[in-house]
């Protein structure tokens, strides 16, 4: 089993791999070297067959066949690997070492590498390299050298060649073992800490085992991984457990409302009330559901891909626009400036829903004393790079201690609870200046407090013509 | 308005029910359909006037459904009922061949209201023209100008989209999500009554002084400009 794995293992397979390589260069490179050897081994025997030639041919210049004769007739009978042989007419040996050859090979003289039996062996088995000349009166001359040394050197050469690649094999076989029993422990170290973190033990980290190389860096960055995980699981626990409280505790009202008129099966007036009191919360829990599910939306930055080149002061002046009526009906004044023309990369809805929910809180709180008209100016204009939208009244304020804590979900300030808000609408505002890559900064001006959102503004290929009128 | 043959494709029985027995209690004939495929097949071969259909559905989702009837080159007006509402979610729906989007949760009457929008703009209206009139009122749509009877009615260019979006639409019930829709490109919940304070101070310039409203509001539902012309 564990050997089965070691084969199949990527490691195992790589120096096979390399193993073949390798193998192939050694044969390239033997055969390469033997080659060139084999080459220069002929040449030289080439060179003594051609010097025997050389003398053997004075000898006949001077004492003609018969001197020949009794020449080849000297050197035949020396020890050594020369090779002579002299024929008549006829094909008689006259004279020389050779036994026997393959039948009219003498008969197309030039050089020729041929195979020949000696004088008391059976076969032919020895391989010689040899010159053939015919001499006048059909008498035929060849001269050669046995060949024994090189095919000595050939069975070398193939046996290293063997040798070598067994070596290899067992090398590469041994090596690939060890390598990839190496990565697997280091793999199978992860694949264990993963399986246990999988069954549930989420703060279980890989290992590392401190060498720095590429598994210690896998290992690095899916323990990132997961700390992420782990912090979005926590966040994920929060809000849910929000959602229970916040979800629960209107809903168990609305049970009871619910509960309370079928007690009281009086008139038909009560159950009527009942009835629209019914519709008014859930169609608050509704909102409140909403608007979490929104600001987890905007969080997540699921909705990145609505955010288009648009216009913000016309989305600032179509959402004052939207309220000013409300609120000079209730004796209150709502004053608008705007550059015209600044661009953001945004999404108008989700701007103009911040906007909206800045204007409300102003209406709803930003009032002294507390009920009075409502005095709010809402400014968008351009700061440097940033767009900066400001909503500002000329209520209390927010104490300092609670400017940044106001910004988080389901925070409601002590003195708003009398009057209706679910307290996302800050946290939405802020959710969506994140995703415009913007923050929300809340101010006290005393008196009044200054809710700004700042965004980036929009950069074009060409500057804006004007950008104060 | 005329009755409407209406097709409800919803995988929730009890909310499917629900609207059939709705929308026959005023009037309009309604069939259900309970998951993508059934729907399909009675949209492509029914002969409704306004689909309504649930994004979410087993067997065929509803923007499939959607993408299919239009690649069939069934032109018939659809509504989408989602319970995701997010501006992404609505262009999404808008795209894929939706003609309206009403999100989760929504009152009957804004549905019925939407849907007999939907209805009366597959009918050939003469609304292209300059002019648009209802009872006494002429809005002038190329030199923006409004009269009644021949007096004439000074608007703010945003009051001037009011009475244009409720005057193409007179005789039909306008709700105020679908003004605040198409009057100022929003489609959040102002959380406030701000469309009527903008209605009234309308009224007030339409009917101030005179003994029949143009403008109606219409309880539990939104507001309507009288035609007249019926």
Redesign the interface.
Known sequence: MARARLIASTSFRMVLLYVVVFAVGAAVVLITVGWEVEKIIDQQIAATVNAEIKGLSEQYAQGGLQGLYSTLEKRAHQPGSSLYLLTDPAGQVLAGNIAALPPRLLDTPGAVETRYRRPGEITAHNVALARIFSLPGGFHLLVGRDMADREALRAIFARSFLVSLAALGTLGLVGGMILARRVLRRIDAMSASAAEIMAGNLDQRLPQAGSHDEFDRLAQNLNAMLDRINRLMAEMREVTDNIAHDLKTPLTRLRNRAEQALAHPAAGDSHEAALEQVIVESDRLLSVFNALLQIARVESGTGADVLVPCDASEAVEACAELYQPMIEETGGTLDVETAPGLQVKGSRELLGQAISNLIINASNYGAAPQGAPPHIRVVCARQDKDIVIRVSDEGPGIAPADLERVKQRYVRLETSRSTPGSGMGLALVEAVARLHGGSLELANTCPGLAATLRLPALVMAEPAPQATP | MPAMRLLVIEDDRETAAFLVKSFREVGHVADSAFNGLDGYALARDGDYDVLIIDRMLPKLDGLSLIGGLREQKIETPILILSAL????DR?KGLRAGGDDYLAK?YSFSELLARVEVLMRRRQPAGGDSTALRAGPLVLDRMSRTLSRSGREIALQP?EFRLIEYLMKHAGQVVTRTML?EHV???????????ID??IS?LRAKIDKGEDEPCLQTVRGAGYMIRDGAR
Do not use: A, E, K, S
């Not at chain 2, 509402?85 to 992404?88: E, P």
């Not at chain 2, 100022?184 to 701000?194: E, G």
């Open positions: 509402g997010q501006v992404d262009v949760p945003r605040l100022w490109d929003y489609h959040f919940d102002p959380q406030t009554n701000v304070v903008h101070r």
